[in-house]
């Protein structure tokens, strides 16, 4: 701290491996040095500990007042302190805030941007690659992941404060620096939220689970066997195929199969296959299902994935270009309804779950200032109110003109019934329409708290480039054309999907600090499996873009209940302030996480 500087309450605490060189008295390396910033700027002296240490030298600042750590990253640091029972309530994770700033249109300052790009350690996260390839893989348009160079950032006290000097000089100068700011506090209160998801884990009941594997696929087969009813099942696919050697685990040699059948489809995809129909299909289809359920959330899955009662997923913040979460592990983001009923409460705990109905529409109607979508959904569902005000006749129209609306349909229903969104809510359409139409011509668009989506691929450049060339022929201005589009409806549904993210992020961030406030419970029942930090106290428990569910002490229940619907109150005031926008949720508490 500056001589003669005023004491104050430190903001944050900038921690790191300490350089050898601080350590030179020392025959390891295994220290930790840490650095204090109070609220005017004034930095420490630094802190030197033994590596063993950290845990203690955590517990002991939290305890004084809350910091904000800054740390190389979370999913690196974190699991170790909650393993020695401490939390901590908030955090700021330099490599996942370096994603966000080095690619934020409202990152604006040029020497600011240069110097965060130059700090090619920090650049963990690669570009998405060819998007032009993978916007034509259909559903898989808006769910385009990262994939990480290392997850290995700079983990010295040196780096981390070099780092972090980048990124507040890169925010001071940013536009919209407040809705900056709280996306990269909403950002690194997801990476906490992460390791304790994978650290408390979700309660399960394994006997459930093999019973409703045993149900669906008949009994656990030996290793490297089918279950019965697949066998069965896959049989009367080929006698209905008329081809009796039909693999159907092998999407090229089905393809061959159906087509000889007079099934002419280009894929093996649900979607296309649910076009056609043939005594085939249905039975693939349900094969289909069994062979996911199977190879996916099988007895494999479960033995790997469920111990002592937890499933603990891998998630991971910021996977997808939108700001979505990914999955590196357990598959959390993708599991099957019909295993829904093994989640389980622990005797005397219940689980609360909360989704929002229409996150995705409520959040368009917010961004856009459209009081007539947001009257649509005001205490009700939403797609109920579209029907009320005269744009659809019915709540299955509604939904496909949204639906369409957000994810640029042009053809069948979709384009019939998006016209009259346009009528009925011009501020709401204009807001996706210019976003597509920025992306058409391969540019950037940005979410409401500052996310900016990458540009798209040298594929995609190449094709615009080739259809503007003297002697292009009318197939390179058509496949131009068709990629234009298509990055365009990439670029409409990003600013939605990527806002209704960071609505979530700032939800679940709410949540956890009222769920910390909760005293302990029900000692004589501890859930033990979900850790010392947890085991006496209401937590999340699960997390699904728009879902949560909390593991809750039974006497807390309701007061879980009235938390979460608070937090979304919150997370909505945080992100559009008195916008007239109500996020609606579906409250369930039972001892098991059913849904509808």
Not at 237 to 256: I, T, Y
Not at 283 to 309: C, I, P, T
Request: overall charge negative.
């Amino acid at each position: 701290m500056t001589e003669n500087a005023a004491p104050s309450t430190p903001r944050w605490c900038v921690v790191g491996s300490a350089d050898a060189a601080d350590i030179s008295q020392h025959k390891d390396h295994g220290y930790f040095a840490a650095v204090e910033i109070d609220a005017a700027g004034n930095r420490s002296a630094p802190h030197r500990f033994a590596a063993r240490d950290f845990a203690a030298f955590v517990a002991e600042r939290e305890a004084e007042a809350p910091r904000r750590w800054v740390w190389h990253d979370t999913a690196a640091r974190y699991p170790a302190l909650l393993d020695a029972g401490v939390r901590v309530e908030r955090c700021y994770d330099l490599r996942l805030c370096h994603q966000i700033l080095t690619a934020s249109t409202y990152v604006t300052d040029k020497t600011a941007r240069s110097e965060l790009h130059s700090a090619n350690e920090w650049a963990v996260a690669a570009d998405p690659g060819d998007t032009t390839r993978q916007l034509q893989d259909g559903p898989a348009l808006f769910e385009i992941e990262i994939t990480p160079r290392s997850r290995t950032a700079p983990d010295s006290l040196a780096a981390a404060l070099d780092e972090f000097d980048r990124q507040c000089c890169a925010l001071q100068g940013a536009q919209q620096a407040g809705r900056l700011a709280l996306l990269l506090s909403a950002e690194s209160a997801g990476a906490l939220i992460a390791v304790e998801l994978a650290s408390a884990g979700v309660p399960w009941d394994e006997t459930e689970h093999d019973r409703i594997l045993t149900e669906q696929l008949g009994p656990r087969p030996s290793l490297g066997a089918k279950p019965e009813r697949m066998v069965e099942i896959g049989q009367q696919v080929r006698m209905a195929l008329a081809d009796p050697r039909a693999s159907l685990d092998s999407p090229p040699k089905l393809l061959g199969s159906l087509r000889a059948a007079g099934i002419e489809v280009s894929s093996t995809s649900r979607w296309e296959l649910e076009e056609h129909e043939h005594p085939a299909i249905p039975l693939l289809l349900q094969y289909k299902k069994l062979a996911r359920l199977f190879s996916a959330n099988g007895w494999a899955w479960l033995d790997e994935w469920v111990q002592n009662g937890r499933y603990r997923p891998v998630y991971v913040p910021g996977g997808v270009v939108t700001g979505r979460w990914a999955s590196s592990g357990g598959g959390a983001l993708q599991l099957p309804r019909q295993l829904r009923p093994a989640l389980r409460a622990d005797p005397g705990w219940l689980l609360v779950s909360a989704d929002v109905s229409q996150l995705e529409p409520r959040v368009l109607a917010a961004m856009a200032g459209d009081r007539a979508m947001a009257a649509a959904g005001r205490g009700k569902d939403l797609y109920a109110g579209i029907v009320e005000s005269g744009a659809v006749a019915t709540r299955q129209e509604a939904k496909i003109a949204v639906l369409g609306a957000m994810y640029g349909s042009t053809t069948g229903d979709a384009g019939r019934l998006v016209p009259r969104l346009r009528r009925t809510f011009p501020a709401a359409m204009r807001l996706v329409d210019e976003a597509a139409t920025v992306g058409e011509q391969g540019g950037v668009v940005t979410t409401w708290l500052g996310r900016s989506s990458h540009p798209p691929g040298q594929e995609w450049v190449g094709l615009q480039e080739a259809a503007s060339l003297p002697g292009a022929t009318k197939r390179d201005e058509e496949t131009a054309r068709r990629v234009a589009r298509e990055f365009g409806r990439f670029t409409r549904n990003f600013i939605v999907q990527g806002t209704a993210a960071e609505w979530a992020l700032a939800w679940m961030a709410q949540l956890r600090l009222r769920l910390a406030a909760f005293p302990t419970a029900n000692k004589q029942l501890p859930a033990k499996a979900s850790g010392q930090v947890f085991e006496h106290s209401p937590h999340l428990a699960f997390f699904l873009h728009d879902e949560v569910i909390v593991h809750t002490p039974r006497e807390h229940a309701a007061a879980v209940a009235e938390a979460i619907e608070l937090a979304a109150v919150e997370a909505g005031r945080l992100l559009f302030g008195d916008a007239p926008v109500d996020f609606r949720l579906d409250l369930r508490t039972s001892e098991r996480a059913l849904k509808d």
